[in-house]
T-cell receptor, first 114, second 111 residues
């Protein structure tokens, strides 16, 4: 089973460039999430989705957009990348939420913005 | 919104010792508290969780305790082994949103 797959795994951007991170899950999960991980800051929720066609803001949504056009895919977009967005990005999915919603994470996408 | 504080940020123990990581949360409505382990170069994985109607839960060498009144919960690892070395995250489920994570604890177990 592939589980949660993130592409690309590494990317270097220049300030002002745009890019999209793709997350795909094959577990038929309703819920999907994007987190960023920075040294000393832990995992911070950027955006999440409770089902196909829905998105919602998390803790640190500014500078990012997301789309969930298909149940299995959750895209994270950076329209104009900034050095502050240098981070490791993790996508996760879950069958449900709350106390029955174990998160399954991808292996991360390391983004560097110069 | 929910805020989760985690301590310590780093923890070094000798193999066979116990390790304790503590977390506090701010939203009294939060009702689910999982712990995730992240090995180098990988995504976090769930290792144990506890719900607000339970005070303690054990799974072999790992245990979690919850004090709802004080709004804090802890992870206890006994008889630590080198393969326990990793980053550990606590989290709290904020009703209506998603899991909010602490900043992580880097555990190093030396043999």
């Amino acid at each position: 089973n592939a589980g949660v797959t993130q592409t690309p795994k590494f990317r270097v951007l220049k300030t002002g460039q745009s890019m999209t991170l793709l997350c795909a899950q094959d577990m038929n999960h309703e819920y999907m999430y994007w987190y960023r991980q920075d040294p000393g800051m832990g995992l911070r929720l950027i955006h999440y989705s409770v089902g196909e066609g829905t998105t919602a803001k998390g803790e640190v949504p500014d500078g990012y957009n997301v789309s969930r056009l298909k149940k299995q895919n959750f895209l994270l977009g950076l329209e104009s990348a900034a050095p502050s967005q240098t981070s490791v990005y993790f996508c996760a999915s879950s069958y449900s939420t709350g106390s029955t919603g174990e998160l399954f994470f991808g292996e991360g996408s390391r983004l560097t913005v110069l | 919104g929910e805020n989760v504080e985690q301590h310590p940020s780093t923890l070094s123990v000798q193999e066979g010792d116990s390790a304790v990581i503590k977390c506090t949360y701010s939203d009294s409505a939060s009702n689910y508290f999982p712990w995730y382990k992240q090995e180098l170069g990988k995504g976090p994985q769930l290792i144990i969780d506890i719900r607000s109607n339970v005070g303690e839960k054990k799974d072999q060498r790992i245990a979690v305790t919850l004090n709802k009144t004080a709004k804090h919960f802890s992870l206890h690892i006994t008889e630590t082994q080198p393969e326990d070395s990793a980053v550990y995250f606590c989290a709290a489920y904020q009703a209506g949103t998603a899991l909010i994570f602490g900043k992580g604890t880097t555990l190093s177990v030396s043999s």
